[in-house]
C-alpha cells in the first residue's frame, strides 16, 4: 500500500521532498492501522458494528449534491437530515458527511484489510473527480447554492453558515483516502481543490482572512500543512498559515486563556493544525500555544470522561456546578477531536499524562458514544441527572458527531503502540495484535481490561531481538508489575510513567502486566464537595431505569432535542461522604465491573457500572458530598 511514512508517523517532511526544516524530528512514530490488528473485544466489537453501518450507506446518495453542481445527473436521491433538510440548511454542512466517509472507510481498510471498504473509497474518490473534470476547475461541493457562501466569506460578505468546515471535511476525506486506503486519485483532486483555494483566496488580505476564521473552518490549518507534506509544495504551507486564526493563536502563545464563550469544537481542529505546523517548521509559538490549550482544557475544563463544553461552548472553569443540570454537555466531536490533539502531543513530545488523558477519553467518551444495539452515535453526552443518551438515527440525521462517529469506532489500533528507535511503547491495554514488521517482531496483547487489572503480551520473533517494551504505569495505578516468563522484573510504586524492560527478546517471551484498580473520586473541577466515581480509568455511572422511555425513542432525528425529548427532572444525587470513600460503602459484584453503593438522595440502593456500558437507560455521573 502506499502511504506517505512521513505524514503516517507524524514526521516532518524529509528534505528531498520539499524545502528544508528547521523542527527536530518527533520522539515517537505511530505504527500503521495496517500493523495493528484487534483482537476480540469490546473494541473489536464497537469496530465491527461500526463497519457494518458504512456498508449500509450509499455513496451515490452522498455524492448526490457534488454532481448536481458540477452539472452531472445525480445517481441516486440525497440524504436527508444536514445534508439536505430543514432546519439545517443554513448552516452549509451539505457534503460533511461524504469526506468523514471516505475518512471512515480508508481508516476502515487499513484497519481490517477488507477490500470492501477501500472500494468504497474508490468509487467515492473517481465521482469527485468526475465532478472537477465536468466543471472544468477544482472545487467540489455539495452545497444548495454552490461556492456562494465560500466567495461571500473571501470578500467580506455576510456569510451563512461554516462553508470552510464543510470543505474541510471533504479534504481531510481525500487525505485519508491517500494515506490510508492508497488511492492513487485522491491526491490529484485533493491538489487541484486546495489549487483552487489558493487562486480564489489570492485577492483576500490578511484583515479580511481573519474576519472570515472568526468563523467556523475546521482544520483547515491542519489539512493544508499536510498536504504540504504530502507534495512539498511550499504554496500548500504559506496556504496552511494563512488559515491560523491569530484571536487563538496569539493569546495561547503568550500562555492566555481566552476560550470562556468560545465554541469548544471550533477552536480545537485549528489547535491541532498548530500542533502539525510546529511539526513542521519548529516554530516554538506553535507548540507553545497548542501545549497550553491542551493543559488548559485537560485539567481545568474537562469532565471526568473527558469531555468538555456545554451546548458546544466552553465556559468559565468556576461555573461547572451549574452545568451539572445540562443535557447537552461533552460533544462527541469535542472530545474526538482532543484526543487527535493528545495524539499529536505525544507522538512530538511524550508524556504519560497525555497517554493517561487518552486512555480515560477513548474509553468513557468514544466508546461510550456507541450505541451497542444499532451502532449509532451520541452527539451530547449529558452530565443531567436521570437523563438518558440520545444517538443518531442511520439515515435521517447525519450530524458532525454522526461523521466523527464514523470515524472514532474504525481507527482504535491508531495509538495503542508507538515505536522510537530499538523501543516499542505499549500505551493502551486494548486486546490486539502487533505486527512490528522493520524488527521481524510480533506482539500479541491479550486482556479483557478494564475488568481485569492488567494485561499480558507475547513476543514473537524471527530471532532473538533486542529492543526495550516501555509500559505505561498508568497515574490511577498506585502499583504496578512487570514480569517476563513469570519473574518480576520491574516493580513501580510511581504513578504517571513509564517502565522500561530492555533485553534481547526470545520468540514465545511472555510479558505479564499487572495494574491493580481502586476505586476513587474525580472532583469536578472547581467544585471539590461534587465528584464523580470511578474505578482505574472507569467512569462509573449509577443504573436509573428506564421509566418513561419507550424502545427505540433514544434514536432521534433532530440533535436540537436535546434535553426536550425523555427529560425527567431529578436533583444532583447524593452520598454522605465528606471527601472520601468510606471503606466498604461501594461494594463491588461478581462477574463484569459492576458494584453497588447506598445513595443518601435519593435514599436508595444503586447499581454503578461503567459509563460505555450504559445504553437505553437513565443514568447519573455526578454526586453531592458532604460539605
Known amino acids: ?67 448536481v453542481n458540477a452539472g452531472l445527473p445525480p445517481k441516486a436521491p440525497v440524504y436527508g437530515g444536514w445534508e439536505s433538510q430543514e432546519p439545517w440548511v443554513d448552516i452549509r454542512c451539505h457534503g460533511h458527511t461524504l469526506g468523514h466517509y471516505l475518512s471512515a472507510c480508508a481508516l476502515m481498510w487499513a484497519s481490517t484489510g477488507d477490500a470492501a471498504y477501500r472500494q468504497r473509497v474508490g468509487y467515492s474518490v473517481d465521482e469527485l473527480a468526475a465532478c472537477q473534470a465536468a466543471s472544468g476547475r477544482g472545487l467540489v461541493c455539495a452545497f444548495p447554492d454552490n461556492d456562494a457562501q465560500l466567495m461571500n466569506s473571501l470578500r467580506g460578505r455576510p456569510v451563512t453558515g461554516v462553508p470552510w468546515y464543510t470543505l474541510h471535511k471533504v479534504m481531510a476525506g481525500l487525505r485519508d483516502a491517500h494515506v490510508h486506503a492508497g488511492n492513487a486519485s485522491a491526491l490529484p483532486v485533493l491538489c487541484r481543490l486546495a489549487d483552487w483555494i489558493d ?42 498559515e494563512r488559515f491560523n486564526h491569530e484571536a487563538l493563536l496569539g493569546p495561547l502563545a503568550e500562555g492566555r486563556d481566552p476560550l470562556d464563550g468560545w465554541h469548544s469544537n471550533t477552536q480545537i481542529p ?78 512530538q513530545e511524550p508524556q504519560a499524562a497525555q497517554a493517561d488523558f487518552y486512555e480515560r477519553a477513548l474509553l468513557n467518551g468514544i466508546l461510550a458514544s456507541q450505541d451497542p444495539a444499532s451502532g449509532m452515535f451520541t452527539y451530547f453526552q449529558a452530565t443531567r441527572p ?17 461523521g466523527t462517529g464514523m470515524e472514532n469506532h474504525a481507527k482504535y489500533g491508531d495509538s495503542i503502540y508507538f515505536q522510537g528507535d530499538d523501543t516499542l511503547v505499549v500505551n493502551l491495554f486494548i486486546a490486539s495484535e502487533l505486527n512490528w514488521a522493520d524488527k521481524q517482531v510480533r506482539v500479541r496483547q491479550v486482556t479483557r481490561f478494564p475488568d481485569e487489572a492488567g494485561t499480558r503480551l507475547t513476543v514473537q520473533a524471527a530471532r532473538p531481538t533486542r529492543f526495550t517494551m516501555r509500559i505505561r504505569h498508568p497515574a490511577w495505578c498506585r502499583q504496578a508489575i512487570v514480569k517476563v516468563n513469570g519473574k518480576v522484573v520491574v516493580e513501580s510504586h510511581q504513578p504517571g510513567r513509564y517502565l522500561d524492560v530492555e533485553r534481547r527478546w526470545h520468540p514465545g517471551d511472555v510479558v505479564d502486566v499487572v495494574l491493580p484498580m481502586h476505586l476513587h473520586l474525580q472532583p ?49 444525587p447524593a452520598l454522605a461522604w465528606d471527601g472520601d470513600i468510606p471503606a466498604g460503602a461501594v461494594r463491588r459484584q461478581a462477574g463484569p465491573l459492576s458494584f453497588r453503593l447506598r445513595a443518601a438522595q435519593p435514599d436508595a440502593e444503586l447499581e454503578l457500572v461503567p459509563f460505555h456500558r450504559i445504553a437505553h437507560e437513565r443514568y447519573n455521573l455526578y454526586w453531592q458530598l458532604k460539605a
Open 1 to 67: 500500500m502506499a502511504v506517505w511514512p512521513w505524514l503516517a508517523a507524524g514526521l516532518p517532511l524529509p528534505a528531498a521532498a520539499g524545502q528544508e526544516r528547521s523542527a527536530p524530528p518527533p520522539a515517537l512514530r505511530p505504527f500503521g492501522l495496517s500493523e495493528v490488528r484487534l483482537l476480540p473485544g469490546e473494541f473489536k466489537a464497537a469496530q465491527e458494528r461500526d463497519g457494518e453501518y458504512l456498508l449500509s450507506l450509499q455513496p451515490d446518495r452522498m455524492l448526490h449534491n457534488f454532481r
Open 524 to 572: 469536578l473541577p472547581g467544585a471539590p464537595d461534587v465528584a464523580a466515581l470511578m474505578f482505574g480509568p472507569v467512569v462509573l455511572a449509577a443504573r436509573l431505569g428506564t421509566e418513561g422511555m419507550e424502545p427505540g425513542a433514544d434514536l432521534i432525528v433532530n440533535e436540537r432535542t436535546y434535553g426536550d425529548v425523555l427529560n425527567r427532572p431529578m436533583p444532583l
Open 199 to 240: 487562486d480564489t483566496a489570492k485577492g483576500c488580505d490578511r484583515e479580511r482572512m481573519q474576519q472570515m476564521l472568526g468563523v467556523e473552518h475546521g482544520g483547515m490549518n491542519e489539512v493544508l500543512a499536510d498536504l504540504h507534506s504530502l507534495t512539498g509544495e511550499a504554496r500548500y504551507l504559506a496556504l496552511a
Open 386 to 402: 436521570g437523563y438518558p443518551k440520545l444517538y443518531c438515527k442511520p439515515e435521517h440525521s447525519f450530524w458532525c458527531c454522526t
Open 270 to 347: 485549528k489547535v491541532i493544525g498548530f500542533a502539525r505546523l510546529h511539526a513542521l517548521t519548529g516554530q516554538p509559538r506553535y507548540r507553545q500555544a497548542a501545549s497550553y490549550f491542551w493543559g488548559r482544557v485537560v485539567d481545568h475544563r474537562s469532565f471526568a470522561t473527558g469531555g468538555n463544553g456545554d451546548g458546544e461552548f466552553f465556559f468559565p472553569p468556576g461555573e461547572m456546578r451549574q452545568h451539572l443540570s445540562s443535557a447537552k454537555t461533552m460533544e462527541t466531536c469535542s472530545t474526538h477531536n482532543m484526543l487527535r490533539l493528545t495524539r499529536e502531543l505525544f507522538l
